[in-house]
């Protein structure tokens, strides 16, 4: 019995461009989406892959998730955080008995997938890839970034090794590792800096490297850390980012590391973060919540404090029910609260 199609379940930003190199590479695809726009360009071979990395334009079968037929030994869910819950337990029907399910997703999403599927059908993944979605049919390959791919318990498996070697087809330099939790709570802290971008209505790197904002960056690092820790995990660093400097407070460290990302996202053609894109240009909901709500309860369940983060996500909810606009006054406020300073 041979493996199949590749079910790529949100054809995004994520999805769409590893789904597309896919295909390109002469990949079986089947692509699924909840935009009928997106999903109708993609069948008509309108999927076009922009940007500085790559140019090209591809279609493959594609079908809102109302449409989709058949079952699958592979699927790559590739949704945001908070339509997880929603996405798996629509895919459910579509997972071969022995197949997997791959979290392309930012978050620790793989926890509400495997209550969903089961530990032993669900894969953890990492990416950090720049790209945003456009118009349908259109996304935006900004720049490379790392990617990682592993199973939950670190096992070497065949199936992971295949896994491995389909990933090396969009991105050569994509990791087979034996601790992917490490690097979905490195993206856990790194990204926290992302959605303090996004409120404050500034570039990635501008954010990071404003040393004005110095005190805020650690302390929403420090805080994702703290928690990792006691969950017993020990975050990777990536593209610059470097955990251990932070955890310690190497004041020397952290500057290398904040040099060090601020050259990775300058040199992007993907300047804000897709929290900013969501709040700023979709005005639409964001999956800051949804990403950090493992985090923040994992520190409830240890006694740990997480002032900052939870300032941050009160902060993106408000901006998201309209009551506050994003700009530079929230990012003070954010950094009163680091501070201890907050009233």
């Keep these: 019995m041979t493996d199949g199609p590749v079910l790529v379940w949100g054809a995004g930003a994520i999805g769409g461009t590893i789904g597309a190199f896919l295909v390109r590479q002469g990949h079986e695809v089947v692509f699924v989406d909840v935009d009928a726009a997106h999903v109708e360009a993609i069948a008509a071979g309108r999927l076009a892959i922009t940007g500085p990395v790559a140019t090209f334009t591809v279609g493959a079968p594609a079908f809102t998730p109302e449409t989709v037929e058949g079952r699958f030994r592979r699927a790559i869910l590739a949704v945001?955080?908070?339509?997880?819950?929603?996405?798996?337990?629509?895919?459910?029907?579509?997972?071969?008995?022995?197949?997997?399910?791959?979290?392309?997703?930012?978050?620790?999403?793989?926890?509400?997938?495997?209550?969903?599927?089961?530990?032993?059908?669900?894969?953890?993944?990492?990416?950090?890839?720049?790209?945003?979605?456009?118009?349908?049919?259109?996304?935006?390959?900004?720049?490379r970034g790392a990617v990682a791919i592993g199973e939950l318990d670190g096992a070497p498996s065949g199936r992971i090794r295949a896994w491995h070697a389909l990933l090396r087809d969009f991105e050569p330099d994509a990791e087979l590792t034996d601790d992917i939790l490490a690097y979905l709570w490195g993206k856990t802290a790194y990204g926290a800096l992302l959605k303090a971008s996004a409120v404050a209505d500034m570039t990635i790197a501008g954010f990071i490297g404003d040393p004005a904002l110095r005190t805020l960056n650690v302390a929403l690092v420090r805080e994702v850390l703290a928690v990792a820790a006691a969950e017993g995990v020990r975050p990777r660093g990536f593209n610059g980012f470097?955990?251990?400097?932070?955890?310690?407070?190497?004041?020397?460290?952290?500057?290398?590391?904040?040099?060090?990302?601020?050259?990775?996202?300058?040199?992007?053609?993907?300047?804000?973060?897709?929290?900013?894109?969501?709040?700023?240009?979709?005005?639409?909901?964001?999956?800051?919540?949804?990403?950090?709500?493992?985090?923040?309860?994992?520190?409830?369940?240890?006694?740990?404090?997480?002032?900052?983060?939870?300032?941050?996500?009160?902060?993106?909810?408000?901006?998201?029910?309209?009551?506050?606009?994003?700009?530079?006054?929230?990012?003070?406020?954010?950094?009163?609260?680091?501070?201890?300073?907050?009233?």
């Design 80 to 143: 945001k955080a908070h339509q997880t819950a929603a996405a798996i337990r629509a895919l459910a029907p579509h997972l071969a008995d022995d197949g997997a399910v791959v979290s392309a997703q930012n978050g620790l999403n793989e926890i509400e997938i495997a209550a969903v599927v089961g530990r032993r059908r669900t894969i953890g993944a990492f990416v950090n890839f720049g790209a945003d979605w456009q118009a349908p049919g259109e996304i935006l390959y900004a720049n």
């Design 242 to 343: 470097a955990p251990e400097p932070f955890a310690r407070d190497d004041a020397a460290g952290i500057d290398a590391s904040i040099a060090a990302m601020v050259a990775f996202n300058a040199g992007t053609a993907k300047p804000y973060s897709g929290v900013w894109r969501d709040l700023a240009v979709r005005r639409r909901p964001t999956d800051a919540a949804a990403q950090l709500a493992p985090v923040l309860a994992a520190a409830r369940r240890h006694g740990l404090a997480t002032p900052t983060l939870d300032h941050l996500v009160a902060l993106i909810g408000a901006v998201e029910r309209g009551e506050r606009a994003i700009g530079r006054p929230l990012a003070q406020e954010l950094c009163a609260v680091a501070e201890g300073k907050a009233g």
